[in-house]
């Protein structure tokens, strides 16, 4: 089986576009360095709960739209190796000049599969 990161994050709306494409120059870089799948997915039917749902993980705002990700990668070394060469190669740096979303309210994790169909 593989090995998953997941990612879910505010994205303002007027800055979806530069949260595009900055997801399509780092998902060239993922894919690289060993990943075998990276999605991105904006908010469409995120009901809210009664606890807790997704908005209110990460702080949702009345102007942001929630993203739902993950990057799949053959096992969790391939994974670890990836993430430190991507996060030290000078192009992802240039595209996080200007991050177009809060990073710091992103929540993300590493998983390990056990059901895949």
Known sequence: MTY????????????ME??????????????EFGAIRHVECW????????????RRSVDLKPDEILVFSWIEYPSKEVR????????SDPRMSEMFDEMPFDGRRMIYGGFVPFLDR
């Open 18 to 31: 530069e949260y595009r494409k900055l997801s399509e120059g780092a998902s060239v870089l993922f894919k």
């Open 80 to 87: 670890d190796d990836a993430n430190q060469k991507v996060m």
């Open 43 to 54: 908010e469409e039917d995120v009901p809210d709960g009664k606890v807790t749902d997704f």
């Open 4 to 15: 998953v990161d997941g990612f879910v994050l505010p994205v303002p709306r007027d800055r």
